[in-house]
């Protein structure tokens, strides 16, 4: 069976809201606010999955989606390599290795996934995920396997470091293959709920905020994907789903029936690649947490602000560049 999930905008306002709080995590680590660690890449995997087509050739599938996330996750390292590179050489340290040095933090960002990174891992991480659950999806109950899959990459993780995030696209790649199984069910699930789909979905939010909650006040640690850090193994890979599916359906039953915050909630869903690149360039010149660290507060609500600010001048952007791309799809709300 292979359907093609229609387009859902309670998708991208849920990619909008992981992606604020991929940014909320690089913010507060020092404040307690570890918790969207729990969900915020786990959102982005499962739509993944979601809208994952199996109906290309192999080829055309591999070249796709290397251009849409490994070129990118390329480059940028390049670019920031290069810019780190001249930003020490212009401080003018006598005897400064230039190839040395930019041969240094390539091999940081490539081969350790380290500085600087970023947010940049999660591109290959994903690639992986796609092309493992295109694989298996082609073969008859191929998505089976994908368990066994999971906790060896998980296994080896615990014990070495592979180098360009591949065990993270094990890792990953349950998250992507849940995504695509519900696709695939939707249809099913939906005809057997009948007039009982409201009713049920309603019942499944309750219960995922229930364990949601229960999933974070008993953590022992920070659930990390970027180490493959799972305290609890398992109770902590499934106890991220709940939290995913109340995003989700807090997104669909409330923040897509408000017209101006769908749309601008959508914007930032359909560009969530575009602003991770953003992202990623603010986090190496750090222009935002610098002009609003001048302001005379402290602790959260600093971090407050530098959360909305970053929002704010990241969406502009956004904007700008759909506006200079000609992307009549991507407009903001007038």
Known sequence: MDTKASRDNSFDIARALAFFAVIWGHLFPLHGMWFVYGFHLQVFYIAAGY???????????VVKKAKRLVVPYILVGIAISLAMMI???????????VQGYLKEQLYYYYWEGTSPIGPMWFLPALFYALVIVYLLAK???GVGLLPFIVVAGYLVSTKLWLPFFILHGL????????GYCIA??????????????EAFFAAAFFVSMVIWVIFQKTMTGMVYLY?????RG????FGSLAAVYAIWYISKKVLARIPLVERYLSFVGKNTMRLLYIHEFDIFLNVVNRYVGELPLEGMRLNAVQLLTKIAVYSVIAWIISIV????????PA
């Open 51 to 61: 809208f994952l087509h199996t109906d290309a050739g192999f080829g055309s599938f």
């Open 87 to 97: 930003q020490e050489y212009l401080k003018g340290k006598a005897g400064f290795d």
């Open 139 to 141: 073969k008859k109950y």
């Open 171 to 178: 890792v990953a790649s349950g998250y992507v293959g849940i």
């Open 184 to 197: 695939q069910c939707r249809e099913l699930i939906e005809k057997r709920l009948s007039g009982k789909k």
């Open 227 to 231: 180490a493959n850090d799972l305290p």
């Open 234 to 237: 398992a109770i902590d890979y």
């Open 325 to 332: 791309l000609r992307e009549k799809r991507t407009k903001l």
